[in-house]
């Protein structure tokens, strides 16, 4: 075997492994969608509203703590290799778990959240570590395959997660901090580290590890803030789906859970279909800047349709054309990583966590606001208007990859 052909297998062994650990730690979240809400409920006495303002601040809060600590772990991953801050995300999230299994108050559930804030990094890190093992011009493809794990996840975790909640409403966590501390181990033994120690970054510099000096990373580097402002979009946009979507798709259709479960299973599948088999062909024929403005426009018009479609039948049309926006992200990853050196790709990615934590603290607020105003007055009774804007901000985005979006060399 030529060390070339060794180098390459390693490669595909690598992809591999963080394959399996994004799929494993996107169910152990996927798991806890239809269960959290319900224990939080719990804990408040029944109260739907009250359950409510503290689902608020639970997200709101691990958006702001992802917000601080994204550059943070980021530079770790440049300092220090990516395989350590892997398994510190793991564990804080399988420790996130068992507080909520255990949880006798609801401020210890709420310290499980603040602790999962300040160390999730999984998704993010393992972007930077596929970066390190694969060839520029192979990045979007391998990138869209990280997003269909991420769908994937959020496909049949829920699923799992309303199964075992049947049972009991603890279970289900019990069996994320289950699944995400074999993804520990299997981190630990098995998983080898992508960055090797003369590619690291030489210090760890405490100016760039905040919000701030995250951004003078992105504004040094010809073209990347730009492009971090798509994807800021594009994060924001798509905040509009967890807020209100069950709420929007009840209150227009009348669909009952049973319905909104195989809605989303429709919208999954076909994105993890684009995600897995399409990406890497598209991206080859038309380039990674043109998947940006596919993805881009395909949001666009699945969300102002979502927004307009008068029945339920009519809104199926919409979710083939809208699963097009998981080109997005692998096109916009692989041009951005393609404009920093190897020991800025954990900060790279730090700044892009901290940028969709951002959105994870102002998204649920101005969705969640606009669709009560819509609904409470009857002169402008428009039920879609929070989904017509987040049509906005992918039109936004769509503009400005246009203008900023180039093809660097590689």
Do not use: C
């Not at 959020?154 to 069996?175: M, S």
């Not at 995250?214 to 800021?232: D, E, M, Q």
């Not at 967890?242 to 989303?264: D, E, H, K, Q, S």
């Not at 990853?333 to 790709?345: E, K, Y």
């Amino acid at each position: 075997m030529t060390d070339e052909t060794a180098a390459a297998a390693g490669r595909r062994a690598s992809f591999r492994f963080i394959f399996a650990l994004a799929l494993m730690n996107s169910i152990s979240f996927g798991i806890m969608i239809p269960i959290l809400p319900n224990l939080i409920k719990q804990f408040t006495g029944g109260d739907t509203a009250a359950a409510s303002e503290w689902n608020l601040v639970f997200a709101a809060t691990w958006g702001l703590l992802q917000f601080v600590s994204g550059p943070v772990l980021g530079l770790m991953a440049d300092r220090w290799g990516r395989r350590p801050v892997l398994l510190i995300s793991l564990f804080g999230l399988a420790v996130d778990f068992l507080f909520m299994a255990m949880a006798p108050t609801l401020w210890w559930l709420f310290l499980g959240r603040i602790l999962n804030g300040l160390t999730a990094a999984s998704f993010s890190t393992a972007n930077a570590y596929l970066a390190d093992v694969t060839a520029p011009q192979e990045r979007a493809k391998v990138f869209g395959w990280m997003s269909s794990a991420f769908s994937f996840g959020f496909i049949f975790g829920p699923a799992i997660g309303g199964t075992l909640g049947e049972i009991d409403l603890r279970l289900p966590f019990f069996a994320a901090a289950g699944l995400t501390f074999v993804n520990w181990l299997y981190g630990f033994f098995i998983l080898p580290e992508s960055l090797p120690p003369e590619r690291r970054a030489k210090t760890f510099d405490w100016k760039r590890a905040n919000p701030v000096g995250s951004l003078t990373l992105l504004r040094s580097h010809t073209g990347l803030l730009p492009l971090a402002g798509v994807g800021f979009l594009f994060q924001l946009a798509h905040v509009v789906l967890p807020t209100i979507f069950v709420l929007y798709l009840g209150y227009r259709y009348n669909w009952t859970p049973a319905i909104l479960g195989w809605t989303f299973l429709a919208t999954g599948v076909a994105g993890v279909v684009v995600q897995t088999f399409l990406v890497g062909p598209i991206v080859k024929q038309v380039g990674e800047r043109n998947a940006v403005l596919i993805g881009a426009m395909a949001g666009m018009l699945g969300f102002a349709w979502y927004a307009a479609a008068p029945t339920g039948a009519l809104y199926f049309l919409g979710v083939p054309v809208f699963a097009f926006t998981g080109l997005l992200m692998p096109g916009l990853q692989g041009l951005m990583t393609r404009r920093v050196s190897p020991q800025q790709q954990g900060q790279l990615q730090g700044a892009n966590q901290s940028l969709m934590g951002l959105s994870s603290i102002i998204g649920p607020i101005i969705f969640g606001e606009v669709f009560a105003w819509s609904l409470r007055h009857e002169a402008f009774h428009l039920p879609g208007l929070a989904i017509y804007l987040a049509a906005g901000l992918m039109g936004l985005a769509f503009l400005l990859a246009f203008v900023a979006a180039r093809q660097p060399a590689d």
